[in-house]
């Protein structure tokens, strides 16, 4: 039993590293300089060097390219963001059903909440998109705000499960001294 428990903390880790990796890679998100950096950049933004527009909107083009092709972007971009998200947020759920008192730990919480530290990065870029091919564009968007606000619910979700994971460490530490 104990070692289905490291396998399941080990793929709650290794699911929220990946998808970490993969917002970067596919360009939603700019990497950041670790955790300081990552830290700097929420508290106070970024400096303003794009002319206004943020990482993923210059990156597409959202002032620039056909508004059809952004909002394709947009809506291919949202939907891997989103499936990804559900994938860590089931190794989550499966530590969380784990009985193991020892189910959760310090790395595993971490590990889960800078995922969703970068999907909500990831989101802000998809909405900051969407927002300005609007502005230039008799195209009807709501369909791919529609999505990305279904992006941003899952996000709200997960964070609960951030939430019921953090307790379940914390629970268990405080029983376990």
């Known amino acids: 039993m104990e070692t289905s428990l490291t396998r399941s ?3 709650l880790r290794l699911a929220s590293n990946a998808y970490c990796d993969e917002v970067v ?6 990497e950041t300089g670790g955790i300081a950096g990552l830290a700097d950049t929420l508290i106070h933004g970024r400096p303003d060097t ?3 527009v943020g990482f993923y909107a210059a990156r597409i083009g959202a002032k620039t390219k056909a508004p059809a092709l952004v909002l394709a972007r947009i809506s291919a971009d949202s939907t891997a963001a989103s499936k990804g998200l559900i994938k860590v947020t089931a190794e989550a759920e499966a530590v969380l059903r784990s009985r193991d ?3 959760s730990n310090r790395g595993d919480v ?12 990831a989101h802000r870029g ?18 791919i705000a529609r999505q990305v606000e279904d992006f941003a619910v899952m996000i709200d979700d997960a964070r609960r499960t951030a939430d019921r994971l953090a307790e379940k460490y914390v629970g268990e530490d405080a029983t376990g001294s």
Do not use: C
Not at 25 to 30: K, Q
Not at 110 to 121: H, I
Not at 127 to 140: F, G, H
């Open 25 to 30: 890679a596919e360009g939603w998100v700019e």
């Open 126 to 143: 998809f909405q900051e998109a969407i927002d300005l091919v609007s502005v230039r564009s008799d195209m009807d968007v709501q369909p």
């Open 101 to 103: 008192k020892n189910a």
């Open 110 to 121: 971490m590990s889960f909440e800078r995922a969703l530290v970068r999907a909500q990065m």
């Open 9 to 11: 903390q080990s793929d």
């Open 50 to 52: 794009s002319g206004g």
